[in-house]
């Protein structure tokens, strides 16, 4: 779970950097597009105003002169400023309208190079360029750009909750890596440690019990000496103290009382005598 998450992460990081990018490099690309103005044969501001009304654009909402007499066109996106030099139409750099955001600013931009698609379009109607659709295209990025931030949002709280909420590895590596309480918490050693000086073969399992659900790790080893002889040995997990315990242990089938199971687990962190334990057993 925790790694298809890891993956879902950095697949969502790589997809909103990369949809940034196709951003930057597009915004800077239609900017760049008409720095130089277009000619469309007209040489004043008022033959301007009627070019742009014939478009008849759904996101243009107003169209007006300023004091210097240029003409501005309110959009859905901002403002935008044209004015003619010597027959050619460019775009006012003084347009007091630049936005702050880096979204509005993209979306002026590609509602302006619209505009000039549309003049150019409404020029020469054999032009190749479609300007709805190079219109979409600036704006289906945004739409990916969302769609790829909540991807990553999601994915994040989710991280966070995994990260909370314990999973099968965690609750065996909190009985593995952990250490015995009672008579035995002055040795400085792991479950882990200390069941590998012994056993060979070791195999770690998580499962819930079917009786109450109560959290079982379990443990599971053989020891070669003339026969193999195979232990298993059950730890309770108690999730509000944070501990575990060990509750049930077998030897070669056999389920060992609870007196046994404790002198057993004492002299594998004793680390002697087992051999002659496992005797007493026969």
Known sequence: MIGFVKILFWISIIAVAAIFIARFVLCNNRKNE????????????????????????SFIKDIYYDENGNVK????????GFLIEEGVVKSDDNIDDTQKSIKKEYKRIIEETAIFDMLVKEENHDAPLNPYERYRNGYRLLKYNRIAMIIFIITVVFAIIVYWIP??????????YGKPGGYLEYIDLTYDEALSKMYSDIDWEYFESDEDGEKIVEFSGVIYDDEPSIT?????????????????????????????????????????GLEEFFGTLD
């Open 34 to 57: 008409y720095a130089n103005g277009i000619t469309l044969g007209i040489t004043t501001p008022q033959e301007l105003v009627q070019y742009i009304r014939n478009l008849k654009c």
């Open 73 to 80: 066109v309110v959009g859905k996106a901002g403002r935008h």
């Open 167 to 176: 999973d099968e590895e965690d609750y065996i590596n909190m009985v593995r």
């Open 232 to 272: 298993v040995i059950d730890f309770l997990i108690d999730m509000d103290e944070e501990t575990f315990e060990p509750v049930y242990m077998e030897v070669d089938g056999e389920v060992q009382s609870e007196f046994t199971m404790n002198i057993l687990i004492g002299l594998i962190f004793a680390g002697s």
